[in-house]
Structure formats: C-alpha cells, structure tokens
C-alpha cells in the first residue's frame, strides 16, 4: 500500500491592505503561490493601509507573517511574534525583517528611456518630500542622476499630499506656477499615479495641454487612475503580483529550512503601459518628428530604413547624422527598439507563440528574432516569459 505524504500546514497571517490595485495583485500573488503548494493556513482581514491592524494579531500564534508594515507600532508587534516576518512596504529600515519590493531605479530608467526615444530632451520630476518614504527618495535620485548626468534640461516639484489637505490653497497655487514655467515639450515624470493625476487635472485647469505642451507618466499603473485620468495615463507596470508570489516563496523558505534572506530583495518591473498623456513625438526637428512618427507606427509592419528615408524624403546621411546626435543611435537601430518593445509586451501579456509574436513585431523568422532578443536583453524568450508573466 503506498502511503501518501501530507505536507505540513502552515499558519501564515496577511498584513496587506486590501483598498488599492497595487497591494490586491500582491495579495494575488500570494493566493498564486498557495493555490500552488497548499500548505497555507491564512489569516487575513481586508482593511486600509491606515486602519487599525486587527486585535487578533496580539495573541495569534503562527509560522509566518507577511505584511506592508506602516507603523513601527506594528513592527514592534510583529518582532515579538518571534516567527518569521517579511515586509512588502519599505517604508522603514528594519534590521530584523527582510523586505521585498519593486526595483525603483529600473523604473525610472524605463520611463526615462521611453520619453528620450520620443525626442524629450527636457525632463521634469515631481514627487513626495525627501525621507517621507524611502522608495520614491530612491525614484527621484535616480531620475536627478540619470538626467542630469545626460546633460538635459531637468526640473525638480516636491508635493505633500499631506500637506495639501491642510492648506489646499497654497499648495495648489505654488504647483500650478510651477507646471506654467515647464517648457513646452517637457516630460513629467511622478513619483506615482496618484500624483500624476493631480497634475494632470490642474494642466486642464491651466490650459496646458497633454500630451502637447507638458507629457506625463507615473509609476504604479494603478488601472483605475490611469483610465479615470483626462487624458489616459501612461505608467509603469511595478508587476506587484510577482513580488507577492515571491514574498510567499521566500517565507515559506524562512519557515520550512531556517533560510536567511538578503535584507532586500528587488523585482524588477514589467513593462510600461503608454497611454494618450504621453502619445506624441517631441524634437524640434520636423524631418525627425516626420521619421520618429511612421517608425512608431509602422516598424511591427515590414517597415526598412529606405521607407523611412523615402517618407522624409532627405538622404541618408542627412537623417542618421539627426539620429545620432538626438538619440545616439542609427535609424534601423530605432527600428529595431519599436520591433522589441512590441515583443516584450507580448511575451508577458499573450500565449502567443514565438513564431507568432515575431509576425507581430515585423520580424521575418523567429530564429532572427530568438537571436537577436537574446543578444539585446542577454536571456531567451521563453526565460523572459517565465520571469516576467508567468508569475506576474
């Protein structure tokens, strides 16, 4: 007679609130993981980031706890727990809990690079007062570092939300004479969507028109804000269920094998989400603009360098001297970018086959495409699929 093995439950309580899109696919995440290995026991009581925690947690006895700890009132409650404890907030430095989250500077370096190969050579960033939360201290140095150290045009805004219910007259007034001073074809990079929807319902307000005079993205791609925002907001995707699904695969380490984690631990982001706050090509050229605009829509479509040189009508030389002192790269090269972005997004939103996705993107076999893709981001489709969709 075989005998199957049992696996051992475990009771793992769940400390996240359940009030925003960012922290539910975290929580998805975590059910992923569970419905995968069914050896968890869970607790969890939907609340606000800024409610109350429940008053169970004081005499629950457990193996495991995950949690977006906001307060160092709950972190003392926790530690004494004495089990293991992971935080997905980082709003804190805790030598004791590990904490998990998004990679903020390839955030950055996501949206930087999407607005500079649009043409934007004038940058803005508007986002919380420094030591208010660690991880957008982290956005704005990188966003500080990474354009100035590129010679641009940069702009910096910090806006207390806080602050702003106190006194809403003030702070609204010193933001609206800041977005009058950007110059025209800036874009505006928020710390999150939150904030990028403030500035994006005062740009209405001030007659600065998005994305044609000011453009705008946040970080979150928070689904409800970006679609209630006029216009649609562009953000980037922070994969907040894979960070969830790896949280629980890390704690369940830490209670099954005494397994000690790095003191942080940082998923790198998705991919981002353009919408119409950012749908425009932004060069004082007009024969670049020209070129930058059919590349956008026609490079997934069979599109060569001779199209591109043809619908300018300007010599080669002419047109990859432009480029590369704009972008730094060849026109093909720009085609090429367009080509693996589209590829990229559907590797981690579609089961399409690579045969498929490479028809899609404007490539005529999927061996190139497998060749090139590895080369360009140094692992192959199908591990960049695993790492970004299939626990995303």
């Known amino acids: 007679m075989i005998t199957q093995r049992i696996k051992k439950q475990y009771r793992v309580a769940i400390f996240i609130e359940s009030t925003r899109v960012y922290s539910r696919e975290l929580i998805r995440g975590i059910a992923q993981y569970n419905r995968e290995n069914l050896n968890w026991n869970i607790e ?227 991919f981002i989400v353009s919408r119409m706050s950012t749908n425009i090509i932004a060069t004082e050229d007009p024969m670049v603009n020209q070129a930058l605009q059919l590349i956008g829509e026609r490079s997934c479509h069979g599109l060569q360098v001779k199209d591109v040189l043809r619908h300018v009508r300007r010599s080669r030389m002419t047109v990859e001297n432009r480029f590369k002192v704009l972008f730094g790269h060849t026109i093909f090269q720009e085609i090429l970018n367009v080509r693996l972005q589209r590829v990229k997004e559907l590797l981690s939103t579609t089961d399409l086959t690579i045969k498929e996705i490479a028809i899609l993107s404007g490539f005529s076999y999927s061996e190139h495409l497998m060749r090139v893709f590895h080369e360009r981001f140094g692992q192959t489709m199908n591990e960049f699929r695993k790492s970004y969709r299939n626990k995303s």
């Not at 990679?103 to 500079?116: G, H, K, P, S, V």
């Not at 986002?127 to 354009?147: F, N, S, V, W, Y």
């Not at 699904?245 to 984690?261: C, D, I, R, T, V």
Request: charged letters at 25%; proline letters at 7%.
């Open 44 to 270: 969890f009581t939907p609340r606000g980031l800024n409610e109350l925690f429940p008053r169970w947690i004081k005499d629950w006895q457990g193996d495991g706890i995950l949690a977006r700890i906001n307060n160092k009132r709950l972190f003392r409650i926790l530690l004494r727990k004495n089990i293991p404890v992971i935080d997905l907030r980082r709003s804190f430095t805790f030598p004791q809990i590990p904490q998990i989250g998004t990679d903020d500077q390839t955030a950055i370096t996501i949206l930087y690079e999407f607005f500079r190969n649009r043409g934007f050579q004038r940058f803005a960033f508007i986002g919380l007062p420094e030591h208010r939360h660690p991880p957008m201290d982290i956005r704005r140095a990188t966003c500080r570092k990474m354009i100035t150290e590129s010679k641009q045009i940069f702009s910096e805004f910090e806006i207390d939300l806080e602050g702003l219910d106190a006194t809403p007259t003030q702070g609204i007034r010193k933001l609206t004479q800041w977005l009058k001073k950007l110059p025209q074809h800036t874009a505006i990079i928020s710390c999150n969507d939150d904030i990028a929807l403030q500035v994006l319902n005062l740009c209405r307000q001030i007659d600065r028109v998005v994305p044609h005079d000011l453009a705008v993205a946040g970080i979150g791609n928070d689904d409800c804000l970006c679609e209630l925002a006029m216009p649609t907001l562009t953000s980037v995707d922070l994969n907040p269920k894979r960070i969830g699904y790896e949280a629980a695969e890390m704690l369940q380490k830490m209670m099954s094998s005494h397994f000690s984690p790095p003191p942080v631990t940082f998923i790198k982001p998705n």
